[in-house]
């Protein structure tokens, strides 16, 4: 019987948990909403005004005179892992921190003395992972949501880009999660400074189109007026991507829970009236072996 006990213990627990997984995955279901909402809003406005940067930067012939333009020698390196606050997401974390810490091994095998290698982790998961293990993280923001308002998110680009123009870094990478659907994100390494871009097209577009527009101001005044603002911009959508691929993760996660959760369920439930059936038999064996033995006696 104390086998018995145990595993009606062990299905109890199970159940308790099968509660806490199916109502996560309603949480973070709801939250994928609101925040597939927001990245489907940020995209085309993110994406287009990067266009109108680019058309107009190849009507210009010296972009280098603007600071993020400027390319250098990768020396001093700034790396923004961006992963959740919260766990139970699946691999969501676990691939940011994998590919952030390829990047990490790729560079520390550099040896130049001028050498500079931070982080500003935006997550208390890639934070503590890297503290914990020796990395140099400059910042940590955390506390980012679906409910994360622009002028936050402002504010902390604004310090990176002014750290750029500086020349406090060389080059400043991304790490995050870019959303597809609920199911499935991509970790995506992409260079947030200095901006790149294709010379091929400059030519083309200044001998056949730069001559059918009057700019007022001129093109570098607008240029110069855009290209932070677009910077930040991007800063957004790239927090808002990794919002909707943590929920979307944790919603993916959760529900594979409850299903796993269901089958041992089951599987606990076979065992016991498995047991059960067996301490039955083993009782009427007993008694009939005690009968058997009055009657003889």
Known sequence: MGNLKEIRNRIVSVKSTQQITRAMKMVSAAK???????????RPYSYKLKEVIETLAEGIDDLHSNPYYDKRPEIKVLLIPVTSDKGLCGSYNTSIIRETQRQL?????RRDKRAKLDLVCIGKKG?????KHGYNVIQTHTNM???TKYEIVEDIATRVLDEFRLKEYDTIKFIYNT????????TT??????IEVEPSKKKSFKDIIVHNFIFEPTEE???NELIPMSLRVNFFRVILESIASEHGARMTAMDNATENAEDLINELKLHYNKARQAS????ILEIVGGANALREG
């Open 127 to 131: 934070a503590e992972y890297f503290k």
């Open 32 to 42: 994928l909403k609101k925040a597939t909402d927001a990245i489907v809003r940020i």
């Open 189 to 194: 390494l992409e260079k947030f400074l200095p």
């Open 145 to 147: 949501s679906v409910y």
């Open 221 to 223: 005044e607008i240029i």
């Open 280 to 283: 039955i038999t083993s009782e």
């Open 179 to 186: 959303f597809k659907n609920a199911a499935v994100y991509y």
């Open 105 to 109: 091994n790729l560079y520390k095998t």
